[in-house]
């Protein structure tokens, strides 16, 4: 069983920060890839930002610059540290992990149940 719990999320005024964490636990051998996503009232979920294991970044254009993402291996634990927050960011934040076993096979897809995060004055 696979479980990712994330926190950090809550109400800011723009301008402002949030820093978002995903913390992945149960049988999980390395988790290739780490991502946060996102879903807006009534649009549809998009993706954020995601980090494999090897420390790739990939950004959503509507976030570089402001946002940063990062793991730590070790602890099975992301973050996404988001900075200069507009409204146009509130939504529901997904953690996502894709898993692989020892010998580099995928394994899964797991996603956390959400945190919300509202920007707003």
Request: glycine share 12%; hydrophobic share 30%.
């Amino acid at each position: 069983q696979v479980k990712l719990v994330e926190s950090g999320g809550g109400l800011v005024q723009p301008g402002g920060s949030l820093r978002l964490s995903c913390a992945a636990s149960g049988s999980i051998f390395s988790i290739h890839a780490m991502g946060w996503y996102r879903q807006a009232p009534g649009k549809q979920r998009e993706l954020v930002a995601d980090i494999t294991s090897d420390d790739r970044t990939n950004y959503a254009d509507s976030v570089k610059g402001r946002f940063t993402i990062s793991r730590d291996n070790a602890k099975k634990t992301g973050f996404l540290q988001m900075n200069s927050l507009k409204p146009e960011d509130t939504g529901i934040y997904f953690c996502h992990a894709r898993l692989q076993n020892a010998l580099g096979y995928y394994t899964g897809d797991y996603w956390g149940q959400g945190t919300q995060v509202t920007v707003s004055s």
